[in-house]
């Protein structure tokens, strides 16, 4: 984790995907900077990206934090500093975190198991899941709500 200067004297964070989903697709990382009134500091992920023309390319990350970002969305980028979606995937993006108690892989192997979701982590308990169709991501809700209810993590959809 990288820190700097984000706007107004905030703290600007860095978090950078080491693991991208798509990685084999991508050449290059660009910035994705979410701006959080509700805390001290501001976030800006480096997310794998694919150059498709020109100042756009493809995501071949998960978002953790950006809010209305997917998976293989084409993005506007000059500069390396993503500014906005310029064609949607159509794709997922939901959001897990884990107690420190919990263990983890049993239940990433049941979603996983589900038909398709891929997962990127950043080690903490936090993961960002992609999910490619409406079928499958009412599959997810439903089992995510279940674990939810049982106490065994917490999640929230990554579009609002």
């Known amino acids: 984790m990288e820190q700097n200067l984000g706007r107004d004297g905030r703290e600007l964070v860095f978090w950078p995907h080491r693991q991208s989903a798509w990685a084999e697709k991508a050449d290059r990382f660009l910035n994705l900077v979410v701006l959080d009134d509700e805390v001290d500091e501001d976030a800006c992920e480096q997310v794998a990206a694919r150059l498709i023309e020109a100042d756009t390319y493809e995501l071949c990350s998960i978002p953790f934090f950006a809010r209305n970002y997917a998976l293989g969305d084409h993005v506007h980028a000059p500069a390396g500093k993503i500014e906005n979606v310029v064609k949607p995937s159509g794709r997922y993006v939901y959001r897990i975190f884990f107690s420190e108690n919990q263990v983890h892989q049993p239940i990433l192997d049941e979603l996983r198991n589900l038909g ?8 903490n308990g936090l993961y960002a899941i992609d999910v490619a169709n409406e079928d499958l991501a009412i599959l997810l809700v439903t089992r995510m709500d279940e674990l939810e209810e049982s106490g065994v993590l917490v999640w929230e959809s990554g579009h609002d």
């Open 116 to 123: 398709g979701c891929l997962f990127e982590s950043l080690g």
